[in-house]
């Protein structure tokens, strides 16, 4: 009767693997929390392994700034429309009533980086079928131009749609210098997912009217704890595997001993003994389950060995050699092709350069005899000819490395046997050994399973043959024999997967710990700015927001709102008016804006003002304006308020309307061009009856130098990405310029500090007219400055401005 243990599931390594993830990642953290634990070291390898396995490699979504958004035939735009935006940090508003095609520019952004959109979710098929507009007859297509940091050229993402489901599309990024590569694979899906540049209304309701886990899960996800709980999920599934075997055996074992106990055996008694104690002596039981009284001790013991013999493993021979034979086939492909002529000539080249310099001084080519010198020149366009050929040649390489490493996993496969082996099978598992020595692989892959299947079927032969005669030495105790056995095999694996139970304990353990550390401290900053957020939004309310803090775990984890009404704790979400509700949706979700991990420059929220009340306007257009200052916001809304709220609190801000006219033709036009207004503002100020003298001569001069400084900004914005300086910097260069005429220089020259000749150059282009009204308005926003005649000096302002702009 044999007796073997099932290996234990998935066993862990018994050493770390290698994990040097990118500094300021999760597991880049985990990797230096682990360092200094005090866990073993198999315990650790348990972690980083999860880890590992649950950190795949993915790219990265690059700093980028939108600048327009073309659409046609998608949703309420028919003809081809066209939405500009401003590259940069700054709050852009677009308005318009409803079903004037505003949302359709929204749902367009979106959906074009993302392949879906959020309002959509959970709708019927009639719904997603019916997104293209009826009155354009062509295939729809939406293109998103990105500006991206280092990039001098705008890049632009296209979806195009062939079918009538909105999932039926594909999409595609150009980028200048580079072909033009699929957005799926990029591997931006993560950095979307995660730091999602995009709020409509309806999710606003959703984050809060959902379930806690749901919105645990919203905020989660911006703290990059994702792969914390996918490890934890993890590490409990190999938990209940390695907990599977203990169970099935404790299970079993009353059975078991209730059939030892209504035996007439003294093995059966002995057995029993045994197994019932605390720690079951389950050698002992092995050594009854096998032996009979009757029998020859030593061939017992031969038999005994006999019926544990194991062959090959043919499966993984067979997964090894299909392997195998996937990487020859690859190989083969790429015989013939230019990467294998270049692999060729770069070997070719590598030996012509180390004969050259093993022959500095020889006159003739060692190949042809020409009398041509292969001088150092020749040397240094060789080596260089040779690095080339050899990246592109790199793909042979792998190839040929993948073929080598898939010959060497089939002949490590081919071990030894046991030194007992019996000599009937002694010359089938010689020819199995063999297969070590082949090194050709296609003759490996030829011989290596049939050799593995001949050696596993002459052991599996001798185990049965062996068993068998085990089995008959004493057929009264046979059955109770195998039910011992049986139980024994659950048992061992038991036995086998405990050490790697309490490693996963433990790990487990530590992992909780520390989640809850990491959670505490990502959250933090977090939890300030949404503070601060809904400190500007509440408005007038009674309701006081505290600490925002994340708790539980699995199926109980949720966001802790410590909330107040009149200083008296009170549930948020019981307590709150709609538009509340929405604001504090806002407050949770803005803050991801400001991680410095985050990639987006820009946010997408359409329609926030719903449900809020006009003091809760005047709140999130203060707080959108701050938002502003780093990132470039774009709000699309068709209340009024916002818009005004913006205005009479002087917060800077782009207002672009959409209108929409027959058969879906979508117009978008300047609604407040901050030049534009800078210069209505003089004009106003100008016509304005028993203004006092003093309050133009100082209003005046800052109006007109506002409409200067707007103008400046755009050819100043536009030259530096064009030469490629990160969207950071150029923010950083334009908080410099504070005089008017450093923003010349900037405009002109890229540079703050070229004053002098931005102001020669603007007087050869312009005349010294426009140098001195520079100067003037510049003057004029610090002190009180002569104005002889307004009008004269606002078109002066206007046609300064025309002409900058065009820099």
């Known amino acids: 009767m044999s007796v073997s243990a099932d290996p234990a599931p998935d066993t862990p390594p018994t050493r770390p693997p290698a994990l040097d993830p990118p500094a300021g990642t999760l597991a880049h953290l985990i990797a230096g929390r682990l360092a200094g634990s005090d866990l073993d070291e198999e315990t650790r390898a348990v972690l980083l392994t999860a880890f590992q396995n649950e950190a795949p490699a993915r790219g990265r979504m690059p700093g980028a700034y939108l600048q327009s958004v073309t659409v046609s035939g998608f949703r309420g735009i028919g003809r081809t429309a066209r939405l500009p935006l401003t590259p940069g940090p700054g709050l852009t508003l677009v308005t318009g009533r409803n079903g004037s095609g505003k949302s359709s520019f929204a749902e367009a952004v979106e959906i074009t980086l993302t392949g879906d959109n959020a309002r959509w979710r959970g709708r019927s098929d009639i719904w997603r079928k019916s997104w293209r507009n009826l009155h354009h007859g062509q295939d729809p297509q939406v293109a998103v131009e990105l500006r991206i940091d280092g990039d001098p050229e705008p890049a632009t993402v296209v979806r195009t749609w062939q079918g009538d489901d909105v999932a039926d599309s594909t999409a595609e990024l150009d980028r200048p210098g580079h072909a033009p590569v699929p957005l799926q694979d990029l591997g931006w899906q993560d950095d979307l997912a995660t730091y999602r540049p995009f709020l409509s209304y309806s999710e606003l309701g959703q984050v809060i009217g959902g379930k806690p886990s749901e919105m645990y899960d919203a905020v989660a996800s911006i703290l990059g704890l994702e792969q914390l709980t996918a490890v934890d999920k993890r590490l409990r599934e190999l938990a209940r595997e390695y907990e599977a075997p203990a169970k099935v055996a404790k299970a079993e074992l009353p059975a078991l001993l209730s059939l030892l106990n209504g035996t007439e055996d003294p093995r059966a008694r002995a057995a029993h003994t045994a197994l019932s104690g605390r720690r079951p002596d389950l050698a002992r039981a092995a050594e009854l389950a096998a032996g009979t009284d009757a029998a020859d001790e030593s061939l017992l013991f031969d038999l005994r060995r006999r019926a544990t013999l194991t062959g090959p493993d043919t499966e993984a021979v067979a997964t090894a050699v299909t392997r195998l034979r996937e990487a020859i086939a690859s190989a083969e492909d790429m015989r013939g092709t230019s990467a294998e002529g270049a692999l060729r000539r770069a070997e070719l080249l590598a030996r012509a350069l180390a004969h050259h310099r093993a022959h500095p001084a020889l006159d003739t080519c060692p190949v042809c005899g020409g009398t041509a010198r292969l001088d150092e020149e020749w040397a240094r366009e060789a080596a260089e000819q040779e690095r080339l050929l050899r990246a592109e040649a790199e793909q042979v390489l792998t190839t040929r490395r993948d073929l080598d490493a898939a010959a060497q996993a089939v002949r490590d496969l081919a071990v030894p046997p046991p030194g007992w082996l019996p000599s009937e099978i002694a010359a089938a598992w010689e020819d199995w050994l063999r297969c070590r020595t082949v090194s050709d692989p296609v003759v490996l892959a030829t011989v290596s399973a049939d050799a ?73 900053p977090i939890a300030e700015d949404a503070q601060r957020i809904w400190s500007n939004l509440r408005q007038q309310s009674n309701v006081a927001l505290g600490p925002v803090r994340l708790s539980g775990s699995a199926t109980q984890r949720k966001v802790a709102l410590d909330v107040t009404v009149d200083d008296i704790d009170a549930p948020a979400l019981g307590v709150m008016s709609q538009g509340e509700l929405h604001a504090l949706a806002l407050s949770l979700f803005l803050p991801r804006t400001f991680l410095p991990e985050n990639p987006f420059r820009f946010l997408v929220i359409d329609d926030p003002v719903q449900s809020m009340d006009p003091a809760k306007v005047d709140g999130l257009a203060r707080v959108l304006a701050l938002l502003a200052e780093h990132r470039q916001v774009v709000v699309f809304t068709h209340d009024t308020r916002l818009p005004q709220a913006l205005k009479y609190l002087r917060l800077p801000a782009t207002v672009l309307t959409v209108d929409r006219r027959e058969r879906s033709a979508v117009r978008v036009r300047s609604g407040d061009d901050p030049v534009k207004q800078a210069l209505h503002d003089a004009r106003a100020l100008a016509r304005t009856r028993d203004l006092p003298g003093d309050v133009g001569t100082r209003v005046l001069p800052g109006l007109c130098r506002t409409a200067l400084e707007a103008a400046f900004l755009e050819p100043a914005r536009r030259r530096l990405l064009g030469t490629g300086v990160p969207h950071a910097e150029i923010e950083q260069r334009i908080a410099k310029a504070h005089r008017l005429t450093e923003l010349a220089s900037l405009a002109l020259y890229g540079e703050t500090d070229r004053v002098g000749e931005a102001m020669t150059d603007l007087t050869r282009a312009y005349g010294q007219q426009a140098t001195d009204h520079i100067r003037w308005c510049n003057k004029g926003s610090h002190e009180a400055v002569p104005v002889d005649d307004a009008e004269e000096i606002i078109r002066r302002t206007a046609d300064l401005a025309k002409a900058v702009r065009s820099l």
């Open 452 to 524: 593995a299947r001949t050696a596993a079927d002459a052991a599996r032969i001798t185990r049965q043959e062996a068993a068998a005669r085990l089995a008959g030495q004493d057929d009264t105790w046979r059955d109770t024999a195998r039910a011992i056995a049986a139980w024994l095999d659950k048992a061992r694996a038991a036995e086998q997967a405990a050490p790697y139970l309490a490693r996963v304990k433990a790990a487990q353990k530590w992992l909780k710990a520390t989640h809850d550390d990491i959670r505490a401290d990502r959250m933090r």
